[in-house]
Structures are given as C-alpha cells and as structure tokens.
C-alpha cells in the first residue's frame, strides 16, 4: 500500500499471538487450544510480519495488540516492544497498541508513558475477565490517567469470552468483570479518553448500546462474532443513532476479516453506513486523516539497545 487512501477497512482488533523472542509458553498453548476448540475451526498462529503481510494483500491496516495477563493466570506476555518495534517494521499497515495490568500501580503507569513516548504506541488494550479486575477499580485510575493525558483510545473487552471456554473451571477466567456498564464510570471520570468498548457483549448488550449513546468518547467494536450472530438491536443502533460510532473489529486470528466480512455483507447495513464501520470512524477516532501521511500517527524510533529509560 502507498497511502491511506488505498486502505480499504481498517481492522480495530487483531491480537499478537506468536512471538519470534519468547520460549513457547505452556499455559498459552493450553488457553489457544481451548480457543480453537471453542470456535470449532482451526486458529492460525501468525507472527506479527505474518499478521502484517495478511492484512497488506488485502488493502486494510489492523490495530494490533497482545494482552498483559501474567498475574491474572501466570500467561508469560509477548512483550508490548516487540509489538511496537514489529509493528515499525510494517507501519503501512500494523498500529501497535500496548497492553499492561492496571494492578501494576505505578510501574504499569511508568512502563505506559514510557511506551508513548519511546515506542510510538497508538493506545492500550484492557481484558478485565483475563485480567481480573473491574474497570472502574480506582486503583486501573494511574494508568487510565498517563493515556488520557496522551489522548489515546482505550479497547476493554466486554461480555462472555473465549478465553478459558470449557477449561475447567472456566480456566479461572470470571465473566463478571466484564460487563460494559463498569465502563460508564470510566467515561465520566476520563471524559477526554476514548474508549471502545469491544464486541457485541451478550448478555450485556443493552448495557454497551446505552453507555455508548450517552457518553460521546464511547465506541464499540464489533469484534469477536460473526456478523450473522448479531442482535437486532445492535443492527438498529449501527444502521442509526451509532452508525458514527461503530468498528469494524475481527478478533484475529480467532476470526479472520474475510469470514467476518463475507457474513457483514448479509446483515441488512445500509450502504452509506458501511464505510463508516469499516473505515471512516477509525480513521476519525485515530486521526488518520490529519496529516498527508498518516495523521497522528508518527512512529518514533524505539530506544538504542542499553539505553535507559
């Protein structure tokens, strides 16, 4: 690709699952095949310069990220560097995301600022039932506090998961946490954050469709479901009163864009809303259309080797 104007869609949730630097790591290996087995096909296993070359042969670009869950279920983390130094490696294409634990306090919120500021990351990714905390937790407030001062968006996965699905005991994983009406205390307490809540949240629908009406900084990616799966209600608010808010989002590679479009295709959206779900609000939301290259978003060249932060 040369430029924004040939990007097609825009992804808004696609995950690093393979690191080149890590050792394979055993409880992720256990949790991805629980995954696979949940969604019954078979899940790819890209690199990130895997991930980057699918995503260019199809004209889109991707918000890629990895997931900070090693105090939550001892999971060892592919590092939020190696996603954003990746990630420069194919910034036509890949927008980093870091994900750190808000129970780090002080250190997570360290390690945030230091990763906008050295590494160029474009916002932050937040799962609270694989990270085990609520996020209206006043103790998530630090590092809520270092993104909106960076005006960065913030994704919180909502409603049921695939993580830990028909693990025993749920692979420890409590659903509880993540229901999106935690999130309306973050909205009104970050009024200048972004934040998008991600996937249609059964069985908490309603509750993501009103916050998202009421708070104005609040999206919702449709990540994570096959479009056909969608409720009706949340097929009337993309096609009205949300069409401005709404993200195309596919959870690869638990769901690849192609699946996920193909079934889009059939849902009754009207067709001058679609470009505004697959392309249009993201560009808005991460200022992509406010330079002649990629808006805001200028990568900074990661720190020499030894030096400190």
């Known amino acids: 690709m040369t430029g924004l104007n040939k990007v097609v869609a825009i992804d808004m949730h696609t995950h690093a699952t393979v690191s080149t630097r890590n050792a394979p790591d055993e409880v992720a290996i256990a949790f991805d095949a629980a995954m696979a087995a949940y969604f019954k096909e078979k ?12 995503y260019r042969e199809r004209n889109m670009m991707a918000v890629i990220f990895t997931v900070d869950t090693e105090r939550a279920n001892g999971q060892v983390r592919i590092t939020n560097e190696e996603v954003a130094e990746e990630s420069a490696l194919h910034q036509d294409v890949l927008i ?17 600022r230091r990763l906008i500021k050295d590494y160029g990351v474009r916002g932050f990714k937040f799962h609270p039932s694989a990270q085990e905390f609520y996020p209206n937790d006043r103790d998530a407030y630090e590092l809520y506090e270092v993104i909106a001062e960076a005006g960065l968006p913030a994704v919180f996965h909502s409603g049921q998961t695939g993580v830990g699905a028909k693990m025993r005991g749920g692979g420890g994983v409590r659903l509880k ?11 009104v307490d970050f009024p200048d954050m972004p934040i998008i809540i991600a996937h249609p949240s059964f069985p908490w629908q309603e509750n993501a469709l009103a916050v998202a009406t009421h708070k104005p900084q609040v999206y919702i990616d449709l990540s994570g479901w ?3 799966y ?9 096609n009205s009163i949300l069409k401005d808010k709404m993200l195309f989002g596919s959870d690869f ?13 059939k849902i009754g959206i009207r067709p001058e809303v679609k470009p505004l779900i697959l392309r249009d609000n993201a ?27």
């Open 253 to 265: 590679p638990v769901i690849t864009p192609d699946r996920w479009l193909e079934d889009f295709d």
């Open 43 to 54: 899940m790819p296993r890209p690199t990130i310069a895997e991930t980057a070359a699918y």
């Open 283 to 309: 560009v808005r939301l991460l200022g992509l259309d406010k330079d002649p290259v990629y808006g805001r978003y200028v990568r900074l060249a990661p720190p020499a080797l030894g030096e400190c932060c």
């Open 177 to 187: 946490y993540s229901d999106p009406m935690f999130l309306d205390d973050v909205a």
């Open 226 to 228: 096959s479009p056909k």
């Open 96 to 112: 980093p995301f870091a994900s750190i634990d808000p129970m780090r306090g002080k250190m997570g919120a360290r390690e945030a």
């Open 230 to 238: 969608f409720s009706p209600l949340l097929i009337q608010y993309a």
